[in-house]
């Protein structure tokens, strides 16, 4: 099997997407105080490679990321993960799927004080009453670094340890797609660095699909993949992106922005 420049083996990326949105519309509030948050976006998001989502503040890259997960909803459009369709299900169904289906990392790393970082690891899937595949939980704890600090609490770890440990928390259940959301924003950037690398890994080793919204062109640079949204419509995209090609990128629509 052959792989992909950044690692994905190119018969996964002929599979069937692992989420894909299909004129996707998200409007807020009603009359002259609307706004059009997302604009008929249509994306696919293909099983284990890593994709950057970039855009202005404004853009709607995180809604476009909210809406995917399931965390909002819908104004119009569809939005499916593999070959379910979100807007068909019940808040019960849709927790269900997020629980089952969908990895979350957030700027916040959201983890429990009182929790070990194994605890936190596993919390999702024991609030499910599921048990971890320990062969999996090992790989994934290797792959991000955390073999010696799992009898840790929070307080006993860095910033950059306790982003690890959310990754793993993420990556834990197996998910079909993580969701990551601005993941580094309260790193510094040899934190950073290591825990986009082990993202990275999470897709090249582990076969892993992530999702990850960023404002920074270091960042998305780890990814295989960049798309770019400005007034809710993706207006570009960047395969095998380098930090400046994508600082040029953001800056080409900065300027468009300053003379429209």
């Keep these: 099997m052959t792989t992909s420049p950044y690692g994905a083996p ?3 990326r002929t599979a069937a ?13 009603q009359g002259e105080t609307q ?3 997302l604009d008929s976006v249509s994306v696919e998001f293909r099983r284990a490679e890593f994709t950057a989502i970039m855009g202005p503040s404004g853009s709607g ?5 909210h809406c995917m997960a399931g965390l909002d909803s819908v104004s119009g459009g569809s939005a499916r993960i593999g070959d379910v369709e979100l807007t068909a299900l019940n808040d019960k169904k849709l927790t269900q799927l997020r629980r089952d289906k969908i990895g979350f990392i957030f700027q916040a790393f959201n983890l429990l004080p009182t929790l070990n970082a194994l605890e936190n690891i596993t919390l999702p899937m024991d609030i499910a009453g599921r048990k971890p595949d320990r062969q999996w939980l090992d ?4 792959t991000v670094g955390l073999s010696g600090r799992l009898k840790h609490r ?5 910033g950059g340890q306790q982003q690890r440990v959310a ?3 993420a990556l834990a259940g197996r998910p079909e797609i993580m969701f990551a959301d601005e993941p580094t924003g309260n790193l510094d950037s040899r934190s950073g660095a290591e825990v986009l690398g082990f993202l990275r890994n999470s897709v090249r080793e582990l076969g892993q699909t992530v999702v990850m919204v960023t404002h920074d062109p270091v960042a998305a640079s780890y990814a295989g993949r960049v798309i770019f949204l400005a007034d809710g419509r993706i207006v570009d995209e960047m395969y095998e992106p380098t930090a400046d ?16």
Excluded: C, H
């Design 17 to 29: 997407p692992a989420a894909v949105a299909t004129d996707l519309t998200k409007v807020y509030g």
């Design 139 to 142: 790989q994934v704890v290797e």
């Design 35 to 37: 706004v059009v948050a």
């Design 154 to 158: 929070p307080n006993q770890l860095s």
């Design 61 to 65: 890259k995180s809604t476009l990321m």
């Design 245 to 260: 090609a994508v600082l040029d990128r953001m800056k080409a629509f900065d300027a468009k922005g300053r003379t429209s």
């Design 10 to 12: 190119t018969a996964v």
């Design 167 to 169: 990754v793993a928390r």
